[in-house]
């Protein structure tokens, strides 16, 4: 299969840091890629170069085979959505309002923004919510606003920066669930996670970065190891089999 999104010897540094160096990674449709690895090893950055908000200093970016600084606003929102990590909204809108954003770059079809709105309330777990305002939500309640608006979006591509990060373990749980469905029914998902075990648990593949290079790239057998965990994250860990998933579930150890 063809890939969605390409991105070719892409390199970027803040003064004398280089923070991504030398990435090149193909993405393509029906799979959930999860980048991990530690704080500061480049994760969110590679995503923000990915969605087009950072541009590289060299290499490339490749979405359907053209550039992604070539491609206009609304056409590219078309194509791919994106969660940020901060989701606070300044404004009194309702939940409701603001998962309906999602279908703007769409010309207007009442019966598919209805139908796209509704169901990302679902995913997301928000029909209790849809009348209060965004501003008075709380951390995971407004994670999980930003994220149905991702989904309305309706897009092949979702780039996903710590999605779980403010949710409990029942909407952690509802959330990656989702972006698994997605990715089954043809969708590219691209996501940063801390959890290595939620990342087990729903990625195809695992991409572990460290300062800003490739560490590892494969499934999630093949990159959770205790070797490549206890070498980049520089912790103890034991690497087990989960007993009803069949996938590696790391448990961190103090030797």
Known sequence: MSALLQLQSVQLSRGARRILDDITLDFVPGTVTALV????????????????DLEAEQGKVLLRGQALADWKAKPLARERAVMPQEHAVRFAFRVHEVVAMGRLPHPPDPVKDAACIADALARADLHALIEREVEHLSGGEAARTTFARVLTQDTPLLLLDEPTAALDLRHQERTLRAVRDLADAGACVIVVLHDLNLAAAYADRIVLLEQGRVAADGTPTEVLTREHIERVYQQPVLVLRHPQRDVPLVVVTDA
């Open 37 to 52: 690895g530690p704080n500061g090893a480049g994760k969110s950055t590679l995503l923000a170069v990915a969605a087009g």
